[in-house]
């Protein structure tokens, strides 16, 4: 096998036209696991990444951050990805480069960003009995729509269920604390399984749960439309969109409650971060901010959208809360 080394001095060092030779060969590496392909690749979706975008310096880009991985070096920089999949969306070898980083995480940096997120949570629920689980996840309590999506649901007649487990576990996974996240994901799965499934605000405790054997969908699958109208602009959570594929159905809710859907400039599956998603806010968390800023500037009207996240981000509103405006 070649030095990553050698390889690394090569990427380096040649020219566009050999770049461009190299990303029509890359892709038919084959067996060649998913970080090699990736470490290799000149940078091909360099123009869709927010970190880059963000930070503007080359030790962020996906190609350099899988050479990071690869090589063991143990840099911040592999810790400075979202989970939003824009690299997947625009891969010929449709690979995630924060998939790929997961198993390069656990160290220090991991350790006090985790320490940061367990700080800003804090869940408090009274168990109730229901048909199904309602899991509302950390990011709903953060962004205050917890106690509102309770109200639509008992208004909307949904026989839902609440337990006081407290988090999915995604950020540990998202930062390589593995053992910890095993410990959350199986209180979660213990406690689902006594319904006939879960749904939740949050699209990424939902894609978790399902990675996990979990039967979980996004709130939005139980919501009915109420009449109201107007003019709003809709933002696509990226998990939402990209990973649950889940993308007409916010928009056929928000025409049957009377409003005029305006699209901005990224949207469905080419939708742009809003910067919260993951962990990337508790390791930098200015840059996060960059990110939300530069999405928000996407939009003309108010923005809406199905994702705690993304609603705290963008300063927008969840359809929930338009929802619980009338009912």
Known sequence: MINPKVISRILANTDLKTKMRLAKVVPKLGKADEVTRCMLCPNMCLHVCPVFDAERRLTVSPSVK??????GETDDAIYHCLPCDACKNAC????????????????????????KFEKSIKVQTEERE???????????FESDLFDTTVEVLEKLGVDFALTNVDCCGMPYYELGLIDKFKEKIAKLRQAASRYEGVISNCPHCVHVMRENGI????????????????????HDPCILARKLDVVKEPRKLLAEMGFEVHEPVFSGKDTHCCGYGG????????????VAERRRKHFDYE????????KMALKGKDIIELMADVL
Not at 279 to 289: G, H, I, K, L, S
Not at 303 to 310: G, M, Q
Request: include cysteine; glycine fraction near 8%; charge should be positive.
């Open 130 to 140: 229901g048909r199904i689980l309602y899991f509302p996840g950390c990011r709903t």
């Open 92 to 115: 010929p070898m449709d690979i995630s480069v924060n998939d790929n980083l997961r198993a390069f995480r656990g160290g220090e940096l991991a350790l006090k960003a985790i320490e």
């Open 66 to 71: 899988a050479r990071l991985a690869y090589l």
């Open 303 to 310: 923005i809406v959208t199905a994702c705690p996240s993304c």
């Open 215 to 234: 039967k979980a969908a996004h709130i939005l699958a139980v919501l009915k439309p109420v009449k109201i109208g107007g003019d709003v602009s809709y």
């Open 279 to 290: 962990v990337y806010r508790y390791v930098a968390p200015d840059m996060a901010e960059k």
